[in-house]
Every structure is written in C-alpha cells, then in structure tokens.
C-alpha cells in the first residue's frame, strides 16, 4: 500500500521512506513575524488515553501565552472523541492533532492518502491496559488469557455470568463487566488481544468512553471486572486493585518497571499523536506547541501515571520532527509484544 499526496510519493510501509525530507523543513517554519500573525485555535482529538497528557502540554502551553495569566483566548481546542473517532476526524482534514493509543490502521491511512493528509507519528509513552476489581474482591488475584478469552468473547454473552464459570475456586456471585466503547483504541487493542479478533466483544458489558465512570463503577461494586488504562488506575488504586495477568509465563502485574522491562506483555503499548503536515506547515502556531510537547512529554506521562519512552527515543522523536519525517512504521495494524527498545529500534529505521 502507498500514501500518495501532493507531495509524498514513497510507500507507507517501507522503514526507510521520505528520507530525503530535510530540505522540507524550512517550509514549516511561520513565514510571517509573530507580531503580525493571527493566532489559529490548535484543533486536537482522540484517545481518551493520550488526553490526560496532551491536556497537561495544552494547560502549559496557553499559561506561557498568556504570560501566566488565565488564558482570555485559548490556543488549543482539545476534545477526546476516542482514537477510532478521532482518526476519522484527523484523516478528513477536521483536526491538527490526534491523540492515539494505538497506531493508525491500514483503512484509516487510506482514508488520510484520499483527502491528502500526511502526517507524523510521534510515540510520546506506554501505557498498560489493566485489568481491575473492586478492592474488596477477595478472592481474584490473577487471571490469564485464556480466562479473559472466555469472559469478553462474543459467545460468553449471556453465559458466563458468575465468577464461579471463570475459576472453579472463585465464588458464585454474578460477573460485572465494564469497559471501553467501540470508539476507543484502548477497546480496538484489548479485544484483538483478549479475544484474538478487534472489535470482537460481547455486548452485554458496560461501556463507556469516560474512564473515570468506570473507574467509579468498578469502586463501587464488589463484583465488577474491567479493562483500563494503567493511568486511570493509578488514579484509583485506594478503591481498585490490579489483577496480575499470565500470558504463559507467570502472571506479572502492570508497572513501570515491568511495562519497561518487557514484561507485562501483551497487554503493554505504545501511545502516540499524529500530527497534520499541512497544518504544521500552515498554522504558526503548530510548530511552537509541539516543541514544547516533545520537551514535556516525559515529565507530563510520568505526572499522569504511565510510562515514559527512553531518553534516546524522544530525541529521535525531535530528529524526525525537524526532518519532516512523515508516515507510520507499524504497517497499518496494532503490533503486540512490543517493548520500549523495540519501539525505538522502529523509530531508529524510520
């Protein structure tokens, strides 16, 4: 497949494309004097995962200016529709950024090559999917794969309804789902996971795009199970506690130490913002907010409870930026059992 646009005639797929972009750069840089410009609302969307982040980089962004006033006009319209919402937003030509929590998928980059939209995939963090209970939940520790197979596939609905029909030694009490709705990456991710086809699901589960809805849910009822992101368990880790999960070779619980190490996987992955060249080229701006992003994001993922890339990676973040590097290395598809070094290994062969 190729991302063909105006100006970008190399394949999508290839991890040595557009490496001749440099000469571009310059192209990107405002050609008026600030005084003169008028400022362009920043247009963000996506994943309700990469919003915590983006949102802290925006609330930076307005405070320095504004010179540390409250903002009388805001830079930056952000909004989280979900990843899958958003990228249909993005690929139209609606937004100048989109939140991500997945890579961009094979429909979705012809999509953005039908209305000439090209674009840079920056990873800014990991994230780990968490698999929680109720902190009163007694009797769950762990789970494995197989077992989340057999509660979230579509066959379950209806069926596996008690604890007792997941473990024989757990308890027959009734089964609670909750999780992410159909426009989330988090629920694109989890399901080809969990269930081995994305989108696959049974449909009697509580969804909804808000985390924090079911984090309260979950901390509110004794017998509920539900998938977020590690961030929103971090949030709520005095009312919910994290199940281990084994993937075949002893259950791991999620952390920074074992999402870095490789070891919480496949349920680790990696967060990203995908930027609109056109409105980097166009919106003075644009240019401004992303600097400051690449210079926050690690303190800014940490702040919100995922798991910052190493310091080689964002500097290849930087390089990519400056050189106009446009496109994606992940083939169009979510890449499982992915760890920080090779993230960066891809990025490295860009």
């Known amino acids: 497949m190729k991302i063909v646009t105006k100006n970008f005639l190399q394949p999508i797929f290839s991890l040595t494309f557009l490496v001749g972009l440099s000469a571009l750069v310059s192209s990107c840089q405002p050609s008026q004097s600030k005084s003169s410009q008028t400022t362009t609302a920043i247009k963000i969307d996506g994943s309700d995962t990469v919003y915590p982040i983006t949102q802290e980089v925006s609330n930076d962004y307005n405070f320095q200016k504004n010179n540390g006033k409250s903002p009388s006009v805001k830079a930056i319209e952000l909004n989280s529709s979900g990843t899958s919402s958003g990228f249909e937003k993005f690929c139209l030509g609606k937004t100048d950024i989109n939140n991500a929590s997945r890579p961009i998928h094979t429909h979705e980059i012809k999509k953005c090559n039908q209305n000439n939209v090209t674009f840079l995939e920056l990873p800014i963090g990991f994230d780990a999917i968490t698999i929680v209970v109720n902190s009163q939940n007694n009797w769950a520790r762990d789970i494995t794969l197989a077992e989340l197979k057999?509660?979230?596939?579509?066959?379950?609905?209806?069926?596996?309804?008690?604890?007792?029909?997941?473990?024989?030694?757990?308890?027959?009490?009734?089964l609670n789902l909750y999780g992410a709705n159909k426009d989330s990456g988090t629920f694109d991710y989890f399901t080809e996971i969990a269930v081995g086809q994305e989108g696959a699901i049974r449909k009697d589960y509580k969804a909804d795009k808000n985390y924090k809805v079911?984090?309260?849910?979950?901390?509110?009822?004794?017998?509920?199970?539900?998938?977020?992101?590690?961030?929103?368990?971090?949030?709520?880790?005095?009312?919910?506690?994290?199940l281990s999960v084994d993937s075949g070779s002893g259950a791991v619980m999620p952390s920074r130490t074992t999402v870095k190490w490789g070891k919480y996987r496949p349920l680790s992955r990696p967060l990203f913002i995908y930027v609109s060249y056109k409105s980097l080229r166009q919106k003075p701006d644009m240019r401004e907010f992303l600097e400051l992003y690449m210079d926050k994001a690690p303190e800014f993922v940490s702040t919100i409870g995922d798991v910052p890339l190493t310091d080689q990676a964002y500097k290849l973040n930087r390089i990519h930026f400056n050189k106009g590097k446009v496109g994606t290395v992940f083939e169009g598809k979510s890449q499982f059992n992915l760890t920080l070094e090779q993230v960066l290994q891809k990025q490295g062969k860009f």
């Open 150 to 174: 057999k509660i979230w596939e579509p066959s379950a609905e209806g069926k596996i309804t008690t604890w007792n029909q997941i473990r024989s030694t757990w308890p027959n009490k009734p």
């Open 214 to 242: 079911i984090d309260s849910k979950v901390s509110s009822d004794i017998n509920a199970l539900a998938f977020i992101p590690y961030a929103y368990y971090n949030y709520s880790k005095d009312t919910l506690k994290a």
